[in-house]
């Protein structure tokens, strides 16, 4: 039977008024009801040890129930069953992994994968990240390229229209950075959270520009993927979860991540290539970028390596001989 259908014969048999949202109330109360005959013969299993199979046919009841008095929210409120089961499957398959075979790292979008080998970023790539005083007494991170595999630009940066254009692996990416606050707080090592985006969304306008990536082949991902509104949007980002993130523990397990944190990022992507990344995926990308963020900290600099195939970012204290 399609939901549609369930929803009609189910208000049909309706003892109650569902016109208007006021027409919810009863429902709602009904399914609140269920859920608690529902949770009651758990608590006997508890408590009593019952056998729950041979209350198979109590739960079928009640669970039919439930279904009905969720139809009937539905009808009360102008909304179709239809409508919601499949809505209802389209956000818990974008914000929970799916567990049968095949949905792994090949099945994501790469959103340079159709660019010049100097346009795309590299798919391995290590980065030393340092800690220089300042004159002002105050730490400042520094960040060098180690390694970038495939390397475009074997003998560093090449000038196209007066402007350079990729890397020079040894050479320093970007200018130093402090924490831009009045006390320490490991802000400074903040660029581990675009690296965590580069390396499992496989997207970063920040790390693109410090890279001199640039998508010039295409004037309009150049200019709306690529610049500086998608930067501001990155950076804004990261402030914003960096904010969110004492209260969740820094972000340092998966289940501190949770549906409010993810909307925050979909919401910064609103508008941008990222904004087909699945919610899962930016759950895995905050937190393997503020778990490599906190050892810098804590180790005061180390390595981050990026594996794009892979979507990770993995920290090295030191890296192997």
């Known amino acids: 039977m399609e939901f549609s259908a369930y929803q009609q014969a189910a208000s049909e048999t309706s003892q109650l008024s569902l016109g208007g949202p006021q027409g919810a109330i009863a429902p709602m109360l009904g399914l609140a009801s269920e859920a608690g005959s529902i949770l009651n013969v758990y608590k006997k299993y508890l408590r009593d040890g019952i056998d729950l199979a041979a209350n198979r046919e109590f739960l079928r009841g009640e669970l039919g129930d439930l279904l009905w008095y969720a139809a009937a929210v539905a009808t009360a409120c102008g909304l179709d069953l239809d409508d919601i089961a499949e809505a209802n499957l389209r956000r818990t398959r974008d914000r929970y992994r799916l567990l049968h075979a095949g949905a792994g790292p090949t099945d994501l979008p790469v959103f340079d994968g159709g ?38 630009f074997p003998d560093g940066p090449v000038t196209i229209g007066g402007k350079p254009r990729g890397f020079q692996v ?41 890279l001199r990536l640039k998508r010039k082949s295409s004037p309009e991902t150049d200019e709306c993927e690529d610049g500086a509104r998608a930067i501001f949007a990155e950076e804004g980002l990261a402030a914003v979860l960096s904010r969110l993130a004492p209260r969740r523990t820094g972000f340092l397990s998966l289940t501190s991540i949770d549906g409010d944190v993810i909307e925050v990022a979909k919401a910064a992507a609103a508008g941008l290539e990222a904004e087909a990344v699945p919610g899962w995926l930016w759950q895995a990308a905050i937190h393997q970028g ?22 990770e970012l993995a920290y090295r204290k030191v890296l192997a001989a």
């Not at 675009?194 to 693109?208: E, Y």
């Not at 503020?290 to 979507?311: K, Q, S």
């Open 115 to 152: 660019f010049p080998p100097g346009e795309r970023f590299p798919r391995q790539l290590v980065v030393a990240v340092t800690e220089q005083p300042l004159p002002s007494g105050g730490p400042a991170a520094v960040l060098t390229l180690v390694s970038a595999e495939p390397n475009a």
């Open 170 to 210: 040894g050479a320093v990416l970007g200018d130093p950075l402090t924490d831009n606050s009045r006390r320490h707080d490991a802000y400074r090592f903040h660029d581990a959270i675009h690296l965590g985006f580069m390396a499992v969304l496989g997207w970063s306008p920040t790390i693109r520009a410090l």
């Open 290 to 311: 503020f778990r490599a963020m906190r050892l810098l900290g804590d180790n005061d600099g180390g390595y981050l390596c990026a594996d794009l195939d892979a979507r």
